[in-house]
């Protein structure tokens, strides 16, 4: 069995690969220069359909996210996914949202249907290919960004644009790698998954847990989504980071950001997200 994974090498797909790989599955790095990367890789462009399509085509499964990018090329490369789905036909897709909520109907943070992740949710899953959507929320890994993670170790302040007493449902990279590959073994059945921790953690909550993991005090501190676009910039690029702008305002003016319990891997995979202190030794922070 083979499985083709986008963003091998990037926060998203690394752990699916090593996941799948450490299971003993055939996985290939789906990249856009394969000879840069160490073991079974394919070169594909995202926005050209023949060239994922050769990709797809004999795979048991294809695990895919879309890069940050401006809404004109995220919807290009939505449909050319779609349509190499279509034309290639492997056996299983999962898509990962990438924070994105397309699983709450009516909530104001609700993704609007012309967004390039819900064009991608509708075209593959219109192919007929089984599919499988991960709706996380926010990862934690955001928070290890170093113009997030530098202030926590030098000044003992975690700062991010939301309010201190949001509940959110975080997950790890990790947590989304591990309900990924059940999904795209067979084994967790179609349709959407939410990922993240429920009840929710406030910014209190995380804060709390760098205190106690790094053994010094780390108190919360809201800053304004446009003060974090400004941090963000200089690595996105304004295009990209306008988009997060916009979804951190979003989530300011709601009383929470958690998922569903009827859909949650909690109650579909038996999937429960890595408590923070197992998360920060995981990662060695």
């Given at each position: 069995?083979?499985?083709?994974?986008?963003?091998?090498?990037?926060?998203?797909?690394?752990?699916?690969?090593?996941?799948?790989?450490a299971?003993?599955?055939?996985?290939?790095?789906?990249?856009?220069?394969?000879?840069?990367?160490?073991?079974?890789?394919?070169?594909?462009?995202?926005?050209?359909?023949?060239?994922?399509?050769?990709?797809?085509?004999?795979?048991?499964?294809?695990?895919?996210?879309?890069?940050?990018?401006?809404?004109?090329?995220?919807?290009?490369?939505?449909?050319?996914?779609?349509?190499?789905v279509?034309a290639?036909?492997?056996?299983?897709?999962?898509?990962?949202?990438?924070?994105?909520?397309?699983?709450?109907?009516?909530?104001?943070?609700?993704?609007?249907?012309?967004?390039?992740?819900?064009?991608?949710?509708?075209?593959?899953?219109?192919?007929?290919?089984?599919?499988?959507?991960?709706?996380p929320?926010?990862?934690?890994?955001?928070?290890?960004?170093?113009?997030?993670?530098?202030?926590?170790?030098?000044?003992?302040?975690?700062?991010?644009?939301?309010?201190?007493?949001?509940?959110?449902?975080?997950?790890?990279?990790?947590?989304?790698a591990?309900?990924?590959?059940?999904?795209?073994?067979?084994?967790?059945?179609?349709?959407?998954?939410?990922?993240?921790?429920?009840?929710?953690?406030?910014?209190?909550?995380?804060?709390?847990?760098?205190?106690?993991?790094?053994?010094?005090?780390?108190r919360?501190?809201?800053?304004?989504?446009?003060?974090?676009g400004?941090?963000?910039?200089?690595?996105?690029?304004?295009?990209?980071?306008a988009?997060?702008?916009?979804?951190?305002?979003?989530?300011?003016?709601?009383?929470?950001?958690?998922?569903?319990?009827?859909?949650?891997?909690?109650?579909?995979?038996?999937?429960?997200?890595?408590?923070?202190?197992?998360?920060?030794?995981?990662?060695?922070?």
């Open positions: 069995m083979s499985y083709i994974v986008h963003g091998a090498t990037g926060a998203q797909g690394s752990p699916v690969l090593s996941a799948l790989r299971a003993g599955e055939h996985a290939v790095a789906a990249v856009r220069t394969a000879a840069n990367v160490p073991g079974d890789a394919v070169a594909v462009d995202l926005a050209d359909p023949d060239s994922l399509a050769a990709a797809y085509t004999g795979a048991d499964g294809v695990f895919v996210h879309l890069p940050m990018s401006t809404h004109d090329q995220g919807g290009a490369q939505a449909e050319a996914i779609a349509a190499a279509g290639a036909r492997p056996k299983r897709v999962v898509v990962s949202t990438s924070g994105a909520v397309v699983d709450r109907p009516g909530s104001p943070l609700q993704l609007p249907e012309s967004a390039p992740v819900a064009v991608l949710i509708r075209g593959v899953t219109a192919t007929g290919v089984p599919t499988s959507v991960v709706a929320r926010l990862y934690l890994e955001n928070l290890l960004v170093p113009v997030i993670a530098d202030s926590v170790r030098k000044e003992g302040v975690l700062r991010y644009p939301l309010p201190a007493d949001l509940p959110v449902s975080w997950s790890s990279h990790l947590d989304v591990e309900a990924a590959v059940r999904l795209l073994t067979g084994t967790g059945g179609t349709g959407t998954v939410a990922i993240g921790h429920l009840p929710g953690l406030t910014g209190t909550d995380l804060a709390a847990a760098f205190a106690e993991h790094l053994g010094r005090e780390v919360y501190e809201a800053i304004t989504p446009e003060a974090f400004e941090l963000i910039t200089p690595l996105f690029g304004p295009g990209a980071a988009p997060v702008v916009g979804a951190y305002r979003a989530m300011n003016a709601r009383s929470a950001n958690t998922i569903g319990e009827e859909n949650s891997a909690q109650k579909l995979l038996g999937l429960v997200p890595r408590p923070l202190a197992r998360w920060l030794g995981d990662l060695g922070v």
